[in-house]
């Protein structure tokens, strides 16, 4: 009897967890299905507006529309789409394992001051001409970027690895980062000519505008080599969950985990930052969401991450092309003015569960 009700229990647990996986897979399918769809009105918005079908056809039937309607979406419109995307999940999937490793909520690279420190790197680079690696002289912009996003990430690190580091003290830490980065980077402005402040100010807002093939190919390439090793330490990232003791305990290298997850998480943050300019809340936001929809398994997490932050920054797109008939706005404005109110949300919540 006492084996049938084991054998029961054992068969109802596999049937749970299978209903459970395809939802989640489900889900992922669905965020995907969302996430062309925001593609596809993304290329059709602008001064000249084209309807979805328009946009599909330019672009699995290219001979059978006007050279016009090619152009406008092959070389101009989608450039800027698919760098909304690639962006999007770039920060996403940072935030997601800055906010595993530390065990914080409220981590990402813009609130613990890794896009800071990255853009202050590439305005050393536009303003005067400073190569932290002079032998990259000619990838000047992006490996300044890298270095110093990588250089706030390992102080970051280093700091959460001390005896008696609490979260709080993790978060005051990337705040006062982001002032300081942004208090050098306010000197560099002032100190810039018309030209250099002109493109300093484009990171500082954050743009797509100047998205192109090359810059989509690199974002893309960084995306492709990182979540690859993301995914095979899946098991491990998630066993970090438990806390540190109960990882350890399960035999995962926990400082060496921890330090080869912030090296990539500087370069998800430091490339999309020195293509587009400082975009927040996106590497908040995004990978909350996922959590929401998917859990905290990696191996759902993660793609659920590179969805969600791939779709938060796709709508972000299409919703600056559709404030002002015409125009473009920002779009690090309009993930700023959606970012901070969820923010405060999370920051209430993680105060009352203290309580």
């Not at 926990?254 to 090296?263: C, I, N, Q, Y």
């Not at 999309?272 to 809340?281: A, D, L, N, W």
């Amino acid at each position: 009897m006492a084996i049938s009700l084991e054998t029961t229990a054992l068969a109802e647990g596999r049937n749970q967890y299978r209903a459970l996986t395809a939802r989640r897979v489900l889900i992922l399918i669905g965020l995907t299905v969302l996430l062309l769809v925001s593609i596809a009105m993304d290329m059709g918005l602008g001064p000249a507006r084209y309807s979805l079908d328009q946009v599909v056809s330019a672009i699995f039937q290219p001979e059978t529309v006007g050279n016009q309607l090619r152009v406008v979406i092959w070389d101009i419109r989608m450039p800027i789409a698919l760098m909304a995307v690639t962006v999007g999940a770039c920060l996403s999937v940072a935030g997601a394992q800055m906010q595993t490793i530390l065990a914080n909520p409220l981590a990402s690279p813009f609130t613990l001051g890794i896009s800071a420190a990255a853009g202050f790197g590439a305005a050393l680079a536009l303003v005067a001409g400073v190569a932290v690696f002079p032998a990259a002289i000619q990838f000047m912009v992006p490996v300044n970027a890298f270095i110093m996003a990588m250089l706030a990430s390992l102080f970051i690190y280093g700091v959460s690895t001390l005896r008696g580091v609490t979260v709080e003290t993790i978060v005051l830490l990337g705040i006062a980062l982001v002032f300081t980065f942004n208090a050098l980077l306010s000197l560099l402005e002032y100190l810039a000519s018309e030209q250099a402040l002109a493109a300093v100010v484009f990171w500082t807002m954050g743009s797509l505008t100047k998205a192109t093939w090359t810059k989509v190919g690199v974002t893309f390439a960084v995306l492709l080599v990182c979540l690859p090793l993301f995914a095979r330490r899946a098991w491990a990232l998630t066993a970090l969950r438990l806390g540190d003791d109960k990882a350890a305990s399960l035999g995962v290298n926990v400082r060496a985990l921890r330090l080869e997850t912030m090296l990539l998480v500087s370069l998800l943050a430091a490339i999309p930052v020195s293509f587009v300019g400082t975009i927040g809340f996106v590497g908040l936001v995004g990978p909350h969401i996922a959590r929401m929809l998917v859990g905290e398994d990696q191996r759902f997490f993660l793609p659920g991450s590179v969805i969600c932050g791939a779709l938060l920054l796709s709508v972000t797109s299409v919703v600056s092309k559709m404030i002002i008939p015409g125009a473009v706005l920002p779009i690090g404005v309009i993930t700023a003015l959606v970012g901070v109110p969820f923010f405060f949300s999370l920051i209430f919540t993680n105060r009352r569960r203290a309580w």
